[in-house]
């Protein structure tokens, strides 16, 4: 399953994670950890004011070491794509692989919605992301 899969990544890589449900039902990421894998990462003023105006809730940061869902703001928190799809609503236990596909995790401040903001601040939100990615191609 695309759950196996991710964790298998996770694991290979050194990353630990915490989540919800189990590989084989309801599973999703709630975190991943890695020692200063997300130091630097916050909102820029540019997203900030695009969700102030949106209404979205912020909270505390999270750490430097972990990136969790809830962490910025109560939108936030992982999703994951398929082959560039992404897959709402069904978890990633209930994705059943068949070799090739191209999982990415995204991390989301705004319940999903797509943000531009100044290439720094999106640069380190999502360093992990396109470190995991760019180790799984090779």
């Not at 319940?111 to 999106?122: A, I, L, P, T, V």
Request: aromatic share 12%; hydrophobic share 30%.
């Amino acid at each position: 399953t695309a759950a196996e899969a991710v964790l298998k990544m996770l694991d290979d890589y050194g990353y630990a994670y915490n989540s919800g449900g189990s590989v084989k039902q309801e599973f999703y990421l709630s975190s991943i950890a890695r020692a200063d894998a997300f130091k630097g990462c916050k909102i820029g003023e540019r997203l900030e004011k695009l969700l102030k105006r949106d209404g979205i809730t912020f909270t505390s940061p999270g750490s430097r070491d972990r990136l969790s869902e809830f962490d910025f703001t109560r939108g936030s928190g992982w999703l994951y794509f398929i082959n560039g799809s992404y897959c709402p609503g069904k978890a990633m236990s209930a994705w059943k692989l068949n070799g090739g596909e191209k999982i990415v995790l995204r991390y989301t401040v705004a319940y999903g919605k797509r943000r531009r903001c100044d290439s720094d601040n999106r640069r380190n939100i999502i360093r992990l992301l396109c470190s995991l990615e760019r180790r799984r191609d090779h």
